[in-house]
């Protein structure tokens, strides 16, 4: 059975600092790509940051760069997104996905499973 399951979400102050966390268990992780999403309430679901398999291509949503980083540990089969310097409308809940293969891509219809999501808050 495959499970995503994230941790690490809560209420933060503006210019606070949160890190995710995504476990993936059921699959070899070393072989998956994986994408964090974020889903505001009456928006859709859009992609985040991005990491190959491998870990060495990253790709980031224009609002987050320079604040957000995504990195993976293939040894702990989990992905990480550090996000510093948060601004309210970084409100959301937050999505991991795994994709097989080595390009995780911008779709999040293209992902293969999902997380069951954690809240973020930034109040001002």
């Known amino acids: 059975q495959v499970q995503l399951v994230e941790s690490g979400g809560g209420l933060v102050q503006a210019g606070g600092s949160l890190r995710l966390s995504c476990a993936l268990s059921g699959r070899i992780f070393s072989t998956y790509s994986m994408g964090w999403f974020r889903q505001a309430p009456g928006k859709a679901r859009q992609s985040v940051a991005r990491?190959?398999?491998?870990?060495?291509?990253?790709y980031y949503a224009a609002s987050v760069t320079g604040r957000f980083t995504i990195s993976r540990d293939n040894a702990k089969n989990t992905v990480y997104l550090q996000m510093n310097s948060l601004k309210p409308e970084d409100t959301a809940v937050y999505y991991c996905?795994?994709?097989?293969?080595?390009?995780?891509?911008?779709?999040?219809?293209?992902?293969?499973?999902w997380g069951q999501g954690t809240q973020v808050t930034v109040s001002p």
């Open positions: 990491i190959n398999r491998g870990g060495d291509d990253t």
């Open positions: 996905a795994a994709e097989y293969g080595d390009y995780a891509p911008r779709n999040p219809y293209d992902y293969d499973y």
